[in-house]
């Protein structure tokens, strides 16, 4: 199954339009509209490069781990720094984390890939149960600590509605939400 595109906002900015609407309404006279819309232009099909180059780099395939570069652009557009301590593996795993967050709907499946993204490879596998208002997220496999505060932040990224996470790693990662409006999570968790 193929990852769904990531949610990079900063990638979908429409720059011609945003330096159009950026012009103080005195200066948008025909002369000033057209010479802004050709410069943005130009600046807008580099990030379009950048945006098809991005998505054609596979984060699943841990040969990309042999392309720094490539990941660090991947870390720019997903706003995830990689950390001193992490080798590339690591940081391809949070980046492939962090990708699927940014897609997700808040679905069993979707915090499930999230987890299993940043679990090592051969680690204890992590499972997800879910009740009324607290979802259950187990993750044995992550013992780094920086990798653990990584997945702190993707899910409450992968679900939009959570209002309060507590984990403990050592036992049982609980999700906890505030109300029932929010706990069933528009009905993924029924």
Not at 6 to 14: A, K, S
Not at 29 to 49: C, E, K, Y
């Amino acid at each position: 199954m193929p990852l769904p595109a990531p949610r990079v906002p900063e990638l979908e900015i429409d720059h011609v339009q945003a330096a159009i609407d950026a012009l103080p309404v005195a200066l948008r006279t025909p002369l000033i509209s057209a010479i802004v819309r050709v410069f943005a232009a130009r600046w807008q099909g580099i990030w379009d490069v950048q945006r098809v180059i991005l998505r054609a780099f596979d984060l699943t395939d841990p040969a990309s781990e042999q392309w720094p570069p490539a990941l660090l652009a991947w870390g720019d557009a997903l706003g995830v720094q990689w950390r001193k301590a992490w080798p590339a593996s690591t940081y391809r795993r949070v980046l492939l984390g962090a990708r699927i967050a940014r897609g997700s709907t808040g679905s069993r499946e979707e915090i499930l890939a999230v987890v299993r993204a940043l679990t090592p490879t051969g680690a204890a596998q992590p499972t997800v149960q879910a009740s009324p208002l607290t979802v259950w997220v187990h993750a044995p496999g992550i013992t780094d600590p920086d990798v653990q505060e990584a997945l702190r932040v993707l899910l409450l990224l992968a679900i939009p509605d959570v209002a309060d996470l507590a984990l403990d790693f050592a036992g049982e990662d609980v999700l906890k939400f505030d109300t029932i409006g929010l706990g069933l999570d528009q009905g993924h968790f029924a």
